[in-house]
């Protein structure tokens, strides 16, 4: 009976090769085996088409039981966070999206106060993931902050209103703003330019931070280059969005009808569509590394400074009240000692009393 030889590791490289060229695939199949996580919110007021255009940018139905409130519940409504997740699986790539939208902004009379539920939530998500990194076990950390908010911007107006300019001002140092004109069908293409122009000079104007695309490598190829540019001459974003398909032209696209025409969702020639989808996914790792890097470092520095001053006064307070409750022991201690000695001396006297009583008699 022959002995079977042990098999031997044959090293399938040249020689000279190392191995650690192999890494990027390492990382590219633990990431894929993992999933993604990207959480997106939405603002804007009524009507803007912003439930629409997040079906048509993940082609799903995040709100299948919507039910759209009328007029008159909207006088009253205060704004409400309405957060929807989906797990989305294209190609072996899962993506597990977060839609939080804002239902209720801008609809009641009085909006000075409409956004602070929005900030709440925001700083809420800092919060909740700054104590599970500061826990025991941190290998399953869910991701819920807010990596990008598309804000919407009514096409009817001549610009930014006070509340556009108020609110992004007021989150634009905790998430990544990315502007967007809703319903882009409505105006002409010379509207839509002088419109786009309007917005960005009042947001330079006041100082607003919005999401800037990062510039292309040196070692990138053209197109790549060229598309990053044309994406950063599109911003603020004008936008259409259709879940319906129509025949135009002897194929089916997604679109809006009209007596005159056919608006096509995903022509760039028609509106942004194409181009705001293809800035979010392809800077989608991005959105996350500046939301990590940047806002939730600041929330989390400020966090821990005001904390830190917050748990040196509780120290300070608990050592004030042991002393105070050690001086207050102290002084029963002694108060006890006294009666205890007034009724010892009160005892002795009442047994001399009564000695002498005796003798007498």
């Known amino acids: 009976m022959s002995k079977q030889q042990p098999a031997q590791f044959i090293n399938p490289e040249t020689p000279g090769y190392v191995g650690f060229a192999n890494l990027p695939n390492q990382v590219h199949r ?56 989906v797990e989305i699986e294209e190609r072996g790539v899962k993506l597990r999206l977060t839609v939080v939208d804002t239902p209720g902004y801008g609809d009641a009379i009085n909006c000075r106060d409409c956004f602070k539920t929005i900030i709440s939530y925001i700083d809420e998500q800092f919060e909740r993931y700054l104590h599970d990194e500061s826990g025991l076990n941190r290998r399953h950390i869910i991701d819920n ?100 398909l129509i025949e135009a032209k002897g194929k089916k696209v997604r679109g809006r009808l009209y007596p005159w025409g056919v608006v096509e969702v995903e022509n760039p020639e028609h509106n942004d569509f194409l181009k705001l989808r293809t800035m979010l996914i392809t800077h989608m790792q991005d959105l996350q590394e500046v939301t990590q890097d940047l806002h939730y470092e600041n929330f989390r520095s400020e966090r821990l400074k005001r904390g830190g001053r917050k748990v040196e006064n509780e120290d300070m307070n608990k050592d004030q009240i042991l002393l105070e409750k050690e001086a207050e022991l102290r002084r029963m201690q002694e108060m006890i000692a006294r009666m205890q000695a007034q009724m010892q001396m009160q005892m002795q006297a009442g047994d001399g009393d009564s000695g002498a009583l005796g003798h007498h008699v």
């Open 30 to 85: 633990k990431s894929v085996k993992k999933g993604f996580e990207f959480t997106l919110m939405v603002v804007g007021e009524s009507g803007l088409g912003k439930s629409t255009l997040i079906n048509s940018l993940f082609l799903t139905d995040l709100y299948p039981e919507r039910i759209i409130p009328g007029a008159a519940e909207k006088i009253e409504r205060t704004v409400q966070i309405e957060a929807s997740t």
């Open 145 to 244: 902050r807010v990596h990008c908010c598309f804000y919407f911007i009514s096409p009817f107006g001549h610009g930014l209103k006070p509340l556009d300019v108020a609110f992004m001002k007021a989150i634009h140092n905790k998430v990544n703003i990315v502007p967007v004109i809703a319903k882009a069908d409505t105006l002409t293409l010379k509207e839509r330019e002088r419109l786009k122009k309007r917005i960005l000079d009042e947001i330079e104007e006041h100082n607003i931070k919005i999401y800037h695309l990062p510039d292309a490598e040196s070692d990138e190829d053209e197109d790549f280059k060229e598309q990053t540019r044309l994406l950063k001459a599109s911003i603020p974003f004008s936008v259409v969005g259709s879940n319906q």
